[in-house]
């Protein structure tokens, strides 16, 4: 599920697309809808938008600005622009900016519909895609902390020691690691530490059957 920013300083057509426009047919569940790019920008600070829908003209700063400012600043939100203009400039400059659609005004609610959906279709790649690289990121840290926990089990080693190993903050590896195994680190290094006793007591029995 997605959040939406709309920008749009004619407060009827405002009120419209926030209010009549079926926005949870196509996965978006909250919507904000504010009449200037200021406004934006603070929202922005404290909500975790995923799509702007914002008008190019509005005074002091406008939707370009507006998009010029995610684009240099953050990551997300995806941009998309509203005008009834068709300058070439416009259209340019929004490219550059990473803009990934355009309305041109008027338009009905199946076109706004139609072009937020592809937004919609390209958050849900990049949660799907970041999902992905955390799980492996996330698995390769299981994997060093295990490698050390194996290789300085005989030592006195606490959970401070394998965080610093990995550079993460005790706390979140202990989190991580009680979410990925269903243990605690003090658990995982005593049972490291059994089957390590254990191997090398099998190594000895072994040792002395043959002499």
Known sequence: MCTLLIVEDEEIL???LVKTVDWESIGINKVIGIDSSEEALNVLITENVDIILTDIRMPIMDGLDLAEFVHS???HPY???MSGYKEFEY??????????DYILKPFTKEEVLETVKKAVEKVAAEHSRQQCLDSCENKNI???VFDFIFANCSKQISLNDV????????VYLSRLLKNKTGKTFKEILTEVRLKSRKA???I???TLRNC
Not at 91 to 100: E, Y
Not at 163 to 170: G, I
Request: a positive charge; proline letters at 3%.
């Open 163 to 170: 965080a610093e190993y990995v550079h993460l903050h005790p």
């Open 91 to 100: 259209a340019h400059r929004a490219i550059k900016l990473g803009v990934v």
């Open 200 to 202: 090398f007591e099998n």
């Open 73 to 75: 600043r953050l990551k």
């Open 79 to 81: 941009v998309i622009l």
């Open 142 to 144: 299981i994997d060093m």
């Open 204 to 206: 000895q029995l072994k």
């Open 14 to 16: 405002l009120e419209r």
